[in-house]
């Protein structure tokens, strides 16, 4: 069994529709497939559809813009009721604050000699409500600017770059309290990618398993062997969930293949028990645990 729990798709960032998306993780042999765009669900109907028809079983999730202790962490909601009006008023804010500073962005890019028109964005963009920086990075691959998004990144985008600009993120805690409360299960995405150990030391991490957080993704493209082995040890210590995931983007981003990590299949039982336990507890509306 084969279990990959975190990928995009075009409804944010990914490269590829939610159908060609779950139609890649069945022909590449996944059993299991979490689909959890950035701060939306719009992806989700097209790949329950797709899912049935390919014979996979999807797991919904949405990963979280939040902040905490002043860096961007990015939280896996996974099988939270999507219609929950404090998770859609969260969201919404997110999803605004990502696109409303794209004209701040470019006007930047221009004071850096780039010229970036908000068409050309619109453009790469697709009609996403999540329209952020990767896009901003197409669109200069697109006109030639850079070869690939991570350049863009890299010379331009990233904080302390000439076109950064900072957006609202929801407060972690208050995001996992929001997530139990809408039937679904918190795990901590790459706790140690972006930032290293630093930005969520093992103390950060105790306590946010304290306040409900269930899970950390161990297994994931930006840890290092040895930060794995760290932190399987603290989820063993603290009884969280273990996951591990490709973070697929399609084309955008390079060494993140479908399936390059894997979540056990004893850890999925217990993600999805969890998922049980905060849907009986929840006013959810919805189906109990979409699956
Ligand atoms: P934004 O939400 O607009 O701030 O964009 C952040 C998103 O950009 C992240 O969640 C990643 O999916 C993507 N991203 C960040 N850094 C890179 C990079 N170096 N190369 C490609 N994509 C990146
Ligand atoms: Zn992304
Ligand atoms: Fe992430
Ligand atoms: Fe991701």
Not at 121 to 150: E, F, I, K, N, Q
Request: charged share 25%; hydrophobic share 40%.
């Amino acid at each position: 069994m084969r279990i990959d729990l975190h990928t995009h798709t075009r409804a944010s960032d990914g490269t590829q529709t939610a159908e060609e998306l779950v139609r890649a993780a069945a022909a590449s042999g996944l059993d299991v497939l979490g689909v959890t765009d950035h701060d939306t669900t719009e992806g989700w109907a097209e790949a329950a559809r797709t899912a049935a028809e390919v014979g996979i079983t999807l797991v919904r999730g949405i990963e979280v813009s939040t902040k905490h202790l002043g860096r961007g962490a990015h939280l896996l909601a996974y099988l939270p009721d999507p219609t929950y009006p404090p998770l859609l008023e969260h969201l919404r804010k997110i999803l605004d604050g990502r696109s409303s500073r794209v004209p701040a962005m470019l006007e930047r890019l221009r004071e850096a000699g780039v010229d970036v028109d908000i068409s050309d964005v619109r453009r790469a963009a697709d009609g996403t409500a999540a329209t952020g920086r990767p896009h901003v990075a197409d669109a200069l691959v697109t006109l030639g600017v850079v070869p690939d998004r991570s350049t863009a990144f890299r010379r331009f985008l990233n904080p302390g770059r000439p076109a950064y600009v900072n957006r609202y993120a929801a407060p972690l805690v208050e995001m996992i309290r929001v997530i139990d409360e809408a039937g679904g299960v918190s795990v901590l995405a790459h706790p140690w990618g972006r930032h290293g150990e630093e930005s969520m030391p093992e103390s950060a991490l105790t306590e946010l398993a304290g306040l409900g957080l269930a899970g950390l993704e161990v297994d994931h493209q930006d840890h290092p062997p040895a930060a794995r082995e760290r932190l399987r040890a603290i989820a063993r210590d603290l009884d969280l969930v273990v996951t591990g995931s490709s973070d697929h983007h399609g084309l955008g981003k390079h060494d993140h293949e479908l399936g390059c990590n894997t979540t056990a299949p004893e850890e999925l039982e217990r993600l999805l028990a969890l998922a049980d336990a905060a849907s009986a507890r929840s006013t959810r509306t919805t189906p109990e645990v979409l699956r």
